[in-house]
């Protein structure tokens, strides 16, 4: 039912842009629970997975940011297109990694960035940040 997708990645060079669009179907109707969260993660090779910036998805209007990405990143979301986007500016090449949208009914989303709970994972897209 659940079902995400992303897109938007690509290569560019250092100190440029992408937007990242995760299209998010089967889990807006109806009436979604107030801890109900979508998030970015990405994970470069060998490292960790990291959650980047994560949106509450249910009544509040929560947005928290990863301390590396603060300023450079914003998150946002449209409701009437069922879509996440992640703006990213002054790329860094520390910002290379496949980017995800996560989501799931009992994450939360506040500024202690918990990575709990995330259970409907989209495939992936390819932020490649290189001169």
């Known amino acids: 039912q659940a079902h995400f997708v992303e897109s938007g990645g690509g290569l560019v060079q250092p100190g440029g842009s992408l937007t990242l669009s995760c299209a998010a179907s089967?889990?807006?109707?109806?009436?979604?629970?107030?801890?109900?969260?979508i998030g970015w993660f990405r994970q470069a090779p060998g490292k960790e997975r990291e959650l980047v910036s994560c949106i509450a998805g249910g009544h509040d209007d929560t947005i928290a940011y990863r301390n590396s990405v603060k300023g450079r990143f914003t998150i946002s979301r449209d409701n009437a297109k069922n879509t996440i986007y992640l703006q990213m500016n002054g790329l860094r090449p520390e910002d290379t990694a496949v980017y995800y949208c996560?989501?799931?009914?009992?994450?939360?989303?506040?500024?202690?960035?918990?990575?709990?709970?995330?259970?409907?994972w989209g495939q992936g897209t390819q932020v490649t940040v290189s001169s």
């Open positions: 089967g889990i807006w109707s109806g009436r979604n629970p107030d801890n109900f969260a």
């Open positions: 996560a989501g799931g009914i009992l994450a939360f989303c506040d500024h202690h960035l918990s990575e709990d709970d995330y259970d409907v």
